[in-house]
């Protein structure tokens, strides 16, 4: 699975911004997939995650501000951030699990205070 986010951007804090992550194959065929990001100096943390099917896992710190969406029709996923804090800077990355385990290039999103 060939994944493409795109969508990041300087956005001041209290804003919002709307990733995309186009997948190269159907998403409905898709085990699981999910967001994540990495911050400079920290690890890669996960943001949503979740089955085909099944119920999102937002991470506590976007609960309540970030919500994911699909559109089949263009194999693509999307993550809405919303009220953006300075602390949700980091690159975004896309994920997939089918035959094997897949990562975007990741898209950047930087937050000002």
């Known amino acids: 699975v060939h994944l493409v986010e795109s969508g990041g951007g300087l956005v001041q804090a209290g804003g919002s911004l709307k990733l995309s992550c186009a997948s190269s194959v159907s998403i409905s065929g898709i085990y699981a997939m999910g967001w994540y990001r990495q911050a400079p100096g920290k690890e890669r943390e996960m943001v949503v995650a979740f089955t085909n099917g099944g119920t999102p896992n937002f991470a506590d710190y976007v609960k309540g501000r970030f919500t994911i969406s699909t559109d089949n029709a263009k194999d693509t996923l999307y993550l809405q951030m919303n009220s953006l804090k300075s602390e949700d800077t980091a690159m975004y990355y896309c994920?997939?699990?089918?035959?094997?385990?897949?990562w975007g290039q990741g898209t950047q999103v930087t937050v000002s205070s």
């Open positions: 994920a997939a699990w089918a035959d094997f385990e897949s």
